[in-house]
């Protein structure tokens, strides 16, 4: 088992950054690949940022590549997305997520665990 705790979000202005981070619990968090989805009002979750237990391999959506930047800290068990450049947009509400797997995962079937997530509001 494994719980997710997200934290960071809050209101920025636009061209404005923030960092969300992801505490875990349990004791393979190491062995998991990470993703970050963010939930528009309206939309459907959507991929944001994803990667694999060594931080060797990321990968990230269009919409946010060259922004958004996912790292991890395996001895802290948490997992971090830093927002840089952010947009209206990026609003939504934004969660973390563990895959019991090795490569990047990108879907939302694919993924084992979710947090409750954390409200990101960028104003314009």
């Known amino acids: 088992q494994v719980q997710l705790v997200e934290s960071g979000g809050g209101l920025v202005q636009a061209g404005g950054s923030l960092r969300l981070s992801c505490a875990a619990s349990?004791?393979?968090?190491?062995?998991?690949?990470m993703g970050w989805f963010r939930q528009a009002p309206g939309k459907e979750r959507e991929f944001v940022a994803a990667i694999i237990w060594s931080a060797i391999n990321t990968f990230y959506a269009d919409s946010v590549k060259g922004r958004f930047i996912i790292s991890r800290d395996n001895a802290k068990k948490t997992v971090y997305l830093q927002m840089n450049s952010l947009k209206p947009e990026d609003t939504a509400v934004y969660s973390c997520?563990?895959?019991?797997?090795?490569?990047?995962?990108?879907?939302?079937?694919?993924?084992?665990?979710w947090g409750q997530g954390t409200q990101v509001t960028v104003s314009s």
């Open positions: 997520a563990a895959a019991r797997t090795l490569t990047i995962v990108t879907m939302k079937r694919e993924y084992d665990y």
């Open positions: 349990g004791r393979t968090f190491s062995s998991y690949a």
